[in-house]
């Protein structure tokens, strides 16, 4: 049976929010974007895991070029420093003929671009430590030959896999083994 409304009556509620329940929900609202705004603004903990991926990628780079390209005297390498605030980085980022001795030098290229490099500020600056380690020894470097197979100044990750640690709030990492393979670990 229908409801018919007779005048002067009013109408059954039902039809709205109240205010009370927008102020609620407007005030939910607020306290998920404060926290979540104060989590955005922080990369504690955060840093690590960058670095890692950055790495990943810089290691993944050399090694494609070493495949590429299999002149003899020229390194392709990536430097590792555990020193100060720590670093990483390719020796040269272009492989011509006059490059060939600055391939294998021992200093990060400074026209790297930021794709393949982290720099103290972006390491020690947050926090972050960063080492290498091959087994016991704590190589400075990690070259890669023509079939993508990694040579340290201490080994070639054979007996021990190469890894190269971010320690902050968290503790990431990126292992190199014997036959090449690149993963995080």
């Known amino acids: 049976m229908a409801r018919h409304l007779v005048p002067g009556q009013r109408q059954a509620r039902g ?3 109240t205010l009370l329940e927008l102020i609620i929900v407007i005030v939910v609202i ?3 974007g404060v926290s979540a705004s104060a989590r955005m603004q922080d990369d504690n903990g ?3 895991y960058s670095l ?3 790495f990943l990628s810089t290691l993944r780079n050399i090694q494609g070029k070493a495949m590429q390209d299999n002149r003899a005297g020229y390194c392709y390498r990536t430097i590792v420093s555990s020193s100060g605030d720590g670093a990483y980085g390719p020796t040269v980022v272009n492989y011509v ?6 391939s294998c030098g021992a200093t990060i290229a ?3 671009p930021t794709f393949l490099t982290a720099r103290g500020d972006e390491i020690g600056g947050k926090g972050v430590s960063i080492t290498f380690s091959e087994g016991g020894d704590s190589p400075s470097y990690i070259d890669f030959d023509y079939l993508g197979r990694p040579i340290t100044a201490t080994g070639s990750c054979a007996s021990n896999i190469c890894r190269v640690s971010f320690t902050g709030t968290a503790t990431v990492g990126v292992c190199v083994e ?3 393979l690149i993963y995080a670990c």
């Open 52 to 54: 890692q991926s950055r």
């Open 15 to 17: 039809a709205g929010f």
């Open 97 to 102: 003929n006059a490059n060939q001795s600055t």
């Open 178 to 180: 014997a036959q090449g």
């Open 110 to 112: 400074a026209n790297a």
């Open 46 to 48: 955060y840093t690590e």
């Open 30 to 32: 607020g306290i998920i």
